[in-house]
Structure formats: C-alpha cells, structure tokens
C-alpha cells in the first residue's frame, strides 16, 4: 500500500489522511507482528519536527537504549520524512482524483444543464454583464476584481491563454474570497488544488500522466508568508518554467522506499497558469512578474459589506432567496465555458483593434512582456461574446473579429488598474499615491506636526493612512513610489526619510474608439483585405457601455442600491 512506509527494523508507519481536512494526518505505527504500537494526530510529514510526537515514537522504535547518537537518529528521522511526504502526496493525489472524477463524471452526464447554458448564452446581450450581475450577489463591492480574476481564468479554460491571477492584500481584507468565487465560476476539471506540493509530488504527476497539468489552472490557496513561498519555491519555479516554455524536463532525485535515493528525469508538457493569495509586502521575481495579472481588495468597502450582511442574516428572507436563486443560475456559467472552449477549437479570434492595446501599453516599462497578456485577455472578452459575432472564413480557417463593444467592455475591466499598468506600479501602490495625494494639505493643516510641512515619513502614514496596511506594507509601497519618482525624500526626522510629493504623475490612459487614423485602416488592409476595414467602419460606439452595468434580467441587490 502506498500509504505505508515500513522502517528497518520492519515495524510500520500508516498515514491516514482525513479527506475533510488534507492538513490532518494521523501516523498508525504497528510492530513487524501488526500490533498497534501507537498512534498519533499531527500535520503533514514534511512539516514534522524532530521533537514532534511522531518523531518521539520513531526514536523510541529506533533507538531503545538511547545509544545513538543524536545526528544520526535525526538524520533517519530526515529520510523518513521525505518518503513519509511522498507517501502522503501519493495519497492526497489519489483522493482528489476520486473527488475530481466523481465531479467530472456527474458534470458529463449532465447534458440537459449543458444545453441550457448554452440556451442562456445564445440569449445574453452581453454575457460578461450578465455574470458581473449575478457576481454583484455574491460579494459585497468586489464585483470588479471578482470580473477580472474570472475573465483571465476564462482565457485559459476557452483560448488556452495561461495567465497567473495572484491576490495581494493584509490579513482578512477578502483576497481569498476573490479568488474563491471567480474558481467557483470555473468548471472544475480545470482546476488544481496543490497543497504544499514538492518536486517529488510532481514527478508523480508525470508518470502517470505527462499532460497532468496542460491547460489547468493550477490553485496553491494562501500563500501568507516567506515560509509557505520558500517550501513552494521549487515546484513553484519548475510550474513557472511549464506555463512558458510549454514543456519541461529535469532529472530529480527521489526516495527509492529502500532509504536511498535514485536519479528519474520529470517530464511534464503543456501551459498551465498559477493562483494564488498572499501578502502585499511578498516580492516577486521578473519571471513571476511577467506571466501575471495582480488583484488588491478593496479596502472602502466596509459599509457596503455590513449592509449584505444584514440583508442575509435573515434566512429565507427576500434578499436571501433572491441569493439562492441566482447561485443557482450562476452554476450555468461553466457550462457555457465548456461550450466555447469546444467552439474554439474550430475558430479563431482576431483583433483588428489591435493598435489599441500597442496605445495602452506604450507607457509600460514591460511592454513587451504585458502585450501578449493583455491583448490575450481582450480577446477572451470577444470570446465570450461569441454570439454577438458574425463568423467568417479566411483561407478556409472561421475567425471572428473583435469589435468596439468588445474593446470598451476590457477597458471598463481594466479601469482601476489601468493607473498601475501605465505606471508600472503596484495596484495598492496606486492607492496609497493618491491617498497622499488626496489628503495630504488636509493633514498638514490639521496635524500638529512640525515634520509635515516637510513631507510625511512611513510612520506618519501608517498612522494616518485610510487604506489600513500593515506597517510592513506601508514601507514597501512608500519605497516602491519613491523608487519609481512619484515620492522624493526632501529630509530626515532621526533614522527616517522624509517624503514628499514629486512633480511625476501617473500618465493616464486615453482613448478614443470613435475616430481611427486612415493609416491603421490602410495597414488592414494591406494585411487581409478591405472587408475587415468595411465591418470595422459599420461598428458602432456603445455610448455608456461598461462591464460594471446592470443586466435587466437581474434584481438589483439591496446592498448596491442607494438609499433616497
């Protein structure tokens, strides 16, 4: 059985994984004859300390005269531990794919759900206002970055675009939620839940099936401090390297279950992307930087949130039944998904407004690396817009074109990150940007503080802050704004900086959709032919159109609406 490690002196160690709670582990250790020896409640094996229960009675069955010396028995307890993980991801991988195929199963036998989603879809106006209505249900003001998670993990699932969606923000400020509720819109087969999952775990996804991960959108859940990235960091580079290069082989080296090791080449293929929640003060690496979009919770919320709250707290109440019945229409939303992903096969998607995003992004210190990303995720909003599209064939190949409708839709996605794209900063570096910005003659008239004539430093703003950061978060944004211009350090106050205002600002995003130059028109034309140029001279402006408008089908919710 693989969840059985035996030891040298034939006694036997037994994981039992609790399937409700993968972190709780219990280690059944049993004598050569299978008489129970002990057994114990702990977390993962990896995670086992040397002065750990577990650990306790594997010295007592290995070392019952105490004759040993401490180095030694340590460092079998060290080689048992890596077999013990082994083990336990053997076991973990098993158990999510009974619970995947189970899920799978009951989502393929279900075709009349599928065929009413794809009923729903053909009907919609606009699709992506749709969803984003019945988001408005389940969130309390985080419609937008809930929209954003969800259309980039669209991407992957429909065109196969592989773009990581992590979450930044403090303790409790609703990252997880976020994340959450764009997967629940995801169908499940393309989503992997890793675990604190080491190199060894992914070497057996590769034998038994080198694919594993192509196409998925791989979840290791809260990532909260340096720790959590530093065990991750390995397998986490090696996911990285597949969802660029699209393949990946590496010679590992693996328990053999004899208490050595032996040398095996990991071989994986295929594009998956990354999701995952942590801390603002993490620092990412280019590579990192490069293959994702980053989402901040709001932080002005609260009000809104208290008021949902008390809207749901009456069970079977109006608002919560209304909840009920648009949960219930939302679980249409990954069918539709399978739906296009199928169309898709067959069709391609271009952007003749393809100058646009060079406009949007040519203030962008990473331009090159952020094209393919955002005109992938511009293109994910045509697809979903399938049915608001004619069909066309070019060489004998079906394409449909993006439109205007489509480009202002992204644009009203990307709205309030569009200052941090521009300025190559971080989404919260922003808002504490303009919090300054914002207040800071109020708090030098209202402060009596002799040093904010000056400036403000770090733990000034810390304490005057409406964004409620860590201290940590704090520093590493200030600094992030005085490295890139927008703060200048104009004195000091003991050890600390002061700072100040810069004449920098962040250049914003204009653009206009309704007059296009004759040179962009001759370019299309030249490239595939005057009917492109002919349909984009008929498409038409949307006056008002935005991903954060209401669908007439869905009740507004009460939360949302203002009161007289």
């Known amino acids: 059985m693989s969840n059985v490690a035996e030891l040298p002196t034939k006694d036997t160690i ?100 599928l065929n009413q989603a794809i009923d729903k879809l053909k ?51 609703g990252k997880s939620h976020i994340q959450e509720t764009a997967l629940k819109l995801i169908p499940k087969r393309f989503i992997v839940n890793e675990k604190k999952i080491t190199e060894a775990a992914l070497f057996n996804r590769a034998k038994t099936d080198k694919y594993f ?34 393949f990946l082989n590496k010679p590992l080296s693996i328990p053999d279950g004899e208490g050595g090791w032996e040398v095996k080449d990991l071989k994986l293929e295929g594009r998956p992307c990354l999701t995952y929640t942590t801390v603002p003060n993490h620092t990412f690496d280019e590579q990192e930087m490069s293959r994702s979009i980053f989402i901040t919770p709001r932080m002005d919320n609260k009000k809104i949130f208290n008021r949902r709250n008390s809207a749901l707290e009456f069970k079977h109440g109006k608002s919560y039944n ?62 979903l817009n399938y049915y608001n599209h004619e069909v066309y064939e070019v060489d004998g190949k079906k394409i449909i074109l993006t439109n205007i409708a489509d480009v202002q839709l992204f644009m009203s996605l990307l709205k309030p990150y569009k200052e941090s794209i521009s300025a190559n900063l971080s989404p919260k570096a922003v808002d504490v940007l303009n919090d300054i910005r914002n207040n800071m003659d109020e708090w030098r008239m209202s402060k009596d503080r002799e040093v904010l004539n000056m400036g403000i430093t770090t733990n000034d703003y810390f304490s005057l802050q409406n964004l409620e950061l860590s201290k940590g978060s704090v520093k590493k944004y200030i600094y992030e704004l005085a490295n890139n211009g927008f703060l200048q350090v104009t004195a000091q106050s003991g050890r600390s900086n002061i700072y100040d205002l810069s004449k920098s600002e962040v250049i914003s995003i204009n653009y206009d959709l309704k007059h296009i130059d004759d040179s962009i028109y001759e370019d299309i034309c030249y490239e595939i032919g005057e009917w492109v140029v002919d349909i984009m001279k008929e498409d038409k402006f949307v006056e008002g159109l935005s991903i954060m408008n209401f669908d007439s089908e869905v009740e507004k919710p009460k939360w949302i609406v203002k009161k007289p």
């Open 213 to 246: 991960y192509d196409g998925k959108i791989v979840n290791y859940g809260d990532m909260g401090g340096n720790k959590d990235h530093e065990f991750m960091e390995e397998s986490k580079n090696l996911m990285k390297e597949l969802q660029s290069d699209g």
């Open 14 to 113: 037994t994981l039992i994984i609790n399937r409700k709670n993968v972190d709780n582990v219990t280690y059944v250790f049993k004598s050569k004859s299978g008489n129970k020896i002990g057994e114990y409640l702990n977390k993962s094996p990896a995670t086992l300390s040397s002065q750990s229960n577990v650990a306790k009675q594997f010295k007592q069955i290995m070392n019952p005269k105490g004759d040993l010396e401490p180095k030694k028995i340590n460092a079998q307890f060290a080689e048992l531990k890596q077999l013990l993980q082994l083990n336990y991801e053997n076991e973990l991988s098993v158990i999510e794919q009974e619970i995947a195929d189970k899920k799978q199963a009951e989502q393929e036998k279900d075709t009349a759900k």
């Open 322 to 383: 209304t909840l009920k019945k648009y949960e219930k229409e939302a679980e249409l939303i990954p069918y539709m998904l399978l739906h296009l992903k199928e169309v898709f096969k067959e069709i391609v998607v271009i952007n003749p407004y393809v100058h646009f995003v060079i406009n949007f992004l040519k203030n962008s210190a990473f331009y090159k690396r952020d094209f393919d990303k955002f005109n992938g995720l511009l293109k994910t909003v045509t697809a």
């Open 123 to 173: 009907s919609l106006r606009c699709p992506l206002i749709y969803i984003g209505s019945l988001v408005e249900w389940f969130t309390a003001g985080e419609r937008n970055n809930i929209m954003y998670a969800f259309t980039v993990f669209a991407g992957q699932v429909v065109l196969g675009n592989p773009v990581s969606v992590i979450c930044l923000g403090e303790a409790s400020s």
